[in-house]
């Protein structure tokens, strides 16, 4: 029950961090001027629903991993924010490039 209560708290944290990271359309739009500002947060919104999947295939391969007992909770977590914190920067690129287009 203890192990079940740990995944659970997990899941809730993945789930708040990932999102905030795909609600935060505002943040990385706001160094463009503000005409193109509404773009940008449409290609961000875009760019958040097109990683959805990925972010969540790699929740639930933590979560097994967790289980298993391959990772601890403080592995878990820091591994969680390692691929947050890299898949925001590949997609802040991509955002970076659709906007050098338009």
């Not at 193109?36 to 990925?54: F, S």
Request: net charge positive.
């Amino acid at each position: 029950m203890n192990q079940c209560k740990w995944a659970l708290t997990i899941l809730i944290c993945i789930l708040t961090v990932s999102a905030s990271v795909a609600l935060a359309a505002d943040p990385p739009c706001d160094k463009y001027p503000l005409a193109q500002q509404p773009r940008c947060a449409e290609i961000w919104k875009a760019l958040n629903k097109e990683d959805g999947p990925t972010i969540a295939q790699f929740g639930l391969d933590q979560q097994k991993r967790r289980e298993e007992g391959k990772i601890n909770a403080q592995q878990h977590l820091a591994e969680n924010m390692t691929f947050i914190k890299q898949s925001t920067e590949k997609r802040i690129e991509r955002l970076k490039e659709r906007m050098a287009r338009e």
